[in-house]
Nanobody, 125 residues
């Protein structure tokens, strides 16, 4: 699976932005897809995930209620809509995909086999 992230950019605090990830190469619906982010000087953190076929979504507590992950298996895309952005949301956002990722391991980046190149979201105060 090849993943290509797009979107992001510079946005003011309180604003919204959407990042997208296009997948190619395999049957997308069979994969768990997720978004992670890496803020400057920090580790890569889990943001959100969509289980196979979109049956279940999970969110980090820090983004719950503000971010929404959605997937379109027919188009092999996954989006992350980010609202009410805060300066601490500034990071490079990465999409990831994996097979056989059990529910309890969804938040761990080392469970994912495929990664996009990352897209920068900068939230100004």
């Amino acid at each position: 699976v090849q993943l290509q992230a797009s979107g992001g950019g510079l946005v003011q605090a309180g604003g919204s932005v959407r990042v997208s990830c296009a997948a190619s190469g395999r049957t997308f619906a069979n994969y768990v897809v997720a978004w992670f982010r890496r803020a400057p000087g920090k580790e890569r953190d889990f943001v959100a995930a969509s289980r196979q076929r979109g049956s279940t979504t999970l969110y980090a507590d820090s983004v719950k209620g503000r971010f929404t992950i959605s997937r379109d298996n027919a188009k092999n895309t996954v989006n992350l809509q980010m609202n009410s952005l805060k300066p601490e949301d500034t990071a490079v956002y990465y999409c990831a995909a994996g097979q056989g990722v059990i529910l309890s391991s969804t938040r761990f980046p080392d469970r994912y086999h495929y990664w996009g190149q990352g897209t920068l979201v900068t939230v100004s105060s």
